[in-house]
């Protein structure tokens, strides 16, 4: 019996994921494709001038004869002179460079104080915080609602010590375009030069340029942003602003500007990138102001009477000519994007997170509310892009808007405004941000949680219960109905972490089913619990989740005898289980002893698979290997470990990672003020706490994902997290030799993770080989419980 609410019914359209095609761009603030023009001519220097510029024969010459006309090209686009130009590597080392090197200059004047703006890019905001650490002082300026700084408040902020000042001539969130020549007017009102540092990265092709106009003092360039290859920039620096110390030390290559050798091929790259921005700007400007303004009409145009939900962020008119910043009301940016994903690729003004809302630092200075910033997008048009495009993503996006923007928003949305996604080849991940188990509550937040609950429920007085809410840390409730019977009771369920509707049913089911066998239990039955997004996904992609999730439970030998629905944002589905065991046979998840060994029947690494299988990194190896253990019932590694040897401790490694639920396995129960007196007198007795000694080496891993994890993209930000928390409680002690990534892989928010046993030593090898004969041979040995000395050692010390 399913108990329905709000599930609707609606007609539905064929699947939106074209993969004949890539998707249509609208992300040129964020990168470029480099120009055809570029390309020939990097190509030239990587084939014919190869040389090493600082060389004085022919090779060089012809390499050093490239690097100046290049020079050239750059300092004609923003009307400087070439030895006004120094290559650097990005935009970013350009930013360094400029403000590290007056604050060296100022400290000989005693001058030390930077003003920038709250809504800088994180180059120049990051680089102040450097500098403030080192004794420089800095203001922030507000922006207005549009982004702009008020030049009344900037000279205000003068003082004699100020040195520089550093304001983007536009911003790369909503193309705001800051008064950099009144800027400049206003600082040279002081009575001792104030500099002023200008990130002109997003404007450079998009407009004119001219540096005498603007008069100022220091520009950063960035290569990526203007159809030069990445990996390379420019620093514009007036001839009257003193040379700056070197920020790299080495040779003196780039006039002693700048040492390391030249990147040859780069900076010519940038150079030709400059010269074609400079010959077809006026034509380029004009088409990218066109296919802007007519994305903006057009998604207003598809979303019809809820147009007035749809908000530009920014000037109307000082704005770069391409830029494009929507907020859609109430609609999570990440979601609409992820769902549009194989049509349309943009930007994220702002992340929802289960807890919180992670918005722009640019959004929260211009005051946007969060009702606002979540649904924030920045989408920007480059010189190729065509109307068609324009047309098609508009078409896309404003269905997608439509189908995610919630009922009570406003005026019901008519059926055929917002069709749904047909059955077929459906990908679930594209409808979710978070995925699986990394998707949890923060334990941070959790915790804190739980504490209030505790306090607030006192102890459970009640004797039958044998594991649950304020009474222990288990991973299933339990409750002793007589001297030979208990019912084991759970629940579970997330957001996909596959795309087959079938595959996730069965991922959800047999994480939901581990929770019991965790326990020592056999299941019984399980009821159904679904989230589901019918205005989004047709209910047929629902039946076959559940029927994903039936088939699981029928290898598990129980049946679904029902369920509950609720209609949700994300597609969410998992299961409530009820099981039975022996009162004495209940495995707990802290009752480990000193000496015992830790086996663990699975390997480790789901979350991060599951996020780069979103992103489309995966090979073939991995995404078997992902979907094999995902599936994998915890059923068989339980019954072999209760016909093979004792079991002291175990729990399933899911959301909180190994670290996570390895620190569980070694926390007493929910702390009441009883048992805080009881463990008191206990210690006082000459009771050791317990640790463990776990050997990263030993523990198995998933293919590809020690090659994944260095991509901080694939990290899920559960992983994080929960890596956060064991290391703020002081709960695990790394190994010097032990690296950042091996300590993320060991806090990877898992999915349908193994069992965690702590059995006597003497029972590990048998148990292994039982393990392995069974076909589970990713099963090891990963570590030791042992007594620790109080306060003395973490209680997890991880070794190589």
């Known amino acids: 019996i399913f108990c329905r609410a709000g599930l609707r019914r609606r007609q539905v359209m064929a699947p939106s994921n074209g993969s004949e095609r890539p998707p249509i761009y609208l992300d040129y603030n964020g990168t470029t494709p480099i120009d055809k023009e570029a390309i020939e001519a ?25 690097m ?124 001792q030069r104030v500099y002023v540092h200008c990130d002109a990265s997003q404007s450079l092709g998009k407009m004119p340029f001219d540096v005498d106009e603007l008069g100022v003092d220091l520009l950063t360039i960035a290569g990526h942003k203007l159809y030069a290859p990445k990996g390379i920039g420019a620093l514009y620096r007036r001839t009257t602003v003193p040379a700056l110390p070197l920020l790299i030390h080495g040779a003196g290559q ?21 010269e074609v921005a400079k010959r077809d700007l006026e034509k380029n400007q004009k088409h990218m102001r066109e296919m802007r303004d007519r994305l903006h009409d057009k998604l207003r145009q598809h979303m019809g009477s809820r147009a007035h939900l749809m908000r530009h962020n920014g000037p109307v008119e000082a704005r770069l000519p391409n830029t494009l910043s929507a907020s859609f009301y109430r609609v999570e940016a990440n979601t609409l994007l992820s769902e549009v994903s194989g049509e349309v690729a943009a930007s994220a003004g702002a992340a929802c997170h289960s807890d919180e809302v992670h918005m722009s630092h640019v959004l929260e200075a211009m005051g946007v509310s969060k009702e606002w910033a979540m649904g924030t997008c920045r989408f920007t048009v480059g010189r190729d892009t065509s109307a068609a495009e324009v047309d098609r993503a508009a078409a896309v996006l404003a269905k997608a808007v439509l189908r995610l923007m919630p009922q009570d928003a406003d005026a019901p949305v008519e059926a055929e405004a917002c069709p749904m996604v047909e059955t077929g080849e459906v990908k679930l991940t594209k409808f979710t941000h978070g995925m699986g188990c990394a998707c949890k509550l923060r334990p941070q937040v959790l915790e804190k949680v739980l504490e209030q609950l505790r306090a607030a429920g006192g102890p459970v007085v009640d004797p039958n219960v044998l594991a649950g809410l304020g009474k222990s840390n288990e991973d299933a409730c339990v409750y002793k109905i007589s001297d030979d019977l208990a019912v084991v009771g759970t629940l579970d369920f997330f957001t996909p972490i596959v795309d087959e509707p079938e595959v996730f049913g069965g991922i959800a089911a047999a994480n939901a089913l581990s ?50 629905t609720v209609e949700d944002l994300e597609p969410k589905y998992g ?28 390997p480790i690494g789901t979350g991060i698979l599951g996020t780069a299988q979103k992103k489309g ?53 929910a702390p009441e003020p009883a048992l805080k007196k009881a463990r008191a007198e206990s210690s006082s007795n000459g009771a050791q706490p317990l640790g463990a000694v776990l050997k990263a080496s030993s523990v198995p891993l998933l293919p590809q994902v020690t090659e994944l994890v260095v991509d901080e993209t694939c990290v899920p930000g559960g992983t994080m997290n929960n890596l956060k928390l064991v ?38 090898s048998p148990l292994l080989a039982a393990l392995h004969s069974a076909g589970l041979c990713s099963s090891a040995e990963i570590g030791e419980v042992r007594d620790i000395s109080s306060g003395s050692q973490a209680a997890i010390e991880v070794q190589p």
């Open 42 to 66: 990097m190509t030239l220097m990587m084939s014919t001038h190869w040389g090493n510029p600082s060389s004085s024969h022919y090779f060089g010459v012809q390499a050093k004869k490239s």
């Open 68 to 191: 100046e006309a290049a020079r050239r090209s750059v300092a004609n686009l923003i009307g400087a002179q070439p030895g006004e130009i120094t290559f650097m590597s990005n935009g970013t080392e350009t930013i360094n460079h400029a403000l590290k090197g007056l604050a060296e200059l100022g400290e000989k004047e005693g001058r030390r104080h930077f003003i920038t703006q709250a809504s800088e890019h994180v180059a120049v905001l990051e680089t102040c915080k450097a500098l403030e650490r080192h004794g420089c002082s800095v203001t922030y300026l507000p922006v207005d609602a549009e982004g702009l700084i008020s030049l009344d408040a900037l000279e205000a902020a003068i003082t004699p010590k100020t040195l520089c000042i550093s304001i983007m001539h536009s911003n790369n969130e909503t193309g705001t375009l800051q008064p950099i020549k009144e800027i400049v007017q206003r600082a040279r009102k002081s009575s």
């Open 254 to 274: 780039e006039a002693g500007r700048r040492a390391s050798t030249e990147n040859v091929i780069h900076s010519v790259g940038l150079g030709k990138a400059c």
């Open 515 to 564: 929770d019991v066998y965790a326990m020592g239990a056999k299941p019984l039955f399980a009821l159904n619990i679904v989230g589901f997004p019918s205005n989004r996904l047709s209910p047929s992609v629902l039946a076959r989740i559940l029927k994903g999730g039936q088939d699981k439970c029928r290898e598990a030998g129980i049946a679904i005898l029902g369920g509950h």
């Open 575 to 602: 299961l409530a289980v009820i099981g039975l065991v022996h009162p004495q046979k209940v495995w707990k998840n802290n009752a480990a002893q000193a000496g015992d060994r830790l086996i663990l029947t699975k």
């Open 617 to 669: 990194l995966l090979n073939d190896e991995a995404r078997e290997a992902l979907a094999s253990t995902l599936l994998q019932l915890n059923r068989k590694a339980a019954e072999i470990a209760q016909e093979t040897c004792q079991v002291h401790a175990a729990t399933d490694i899911t959301g909180f990672g190994l670290l996570g639920h390895l620190r569980e396995m070694l926390t007493p129960d």
């Open 727 to 764: 290391e703020t409680a002081g709960a695990v002690q790394f190994g010097p030799a032990l690296s950042r990534e091996m300590q993320l892989l060991l806090a990877d928010a898992q999915t349908s993770g193994g069992l965690l046993l702590a059995v006597p030593a003497k029972d590990a």
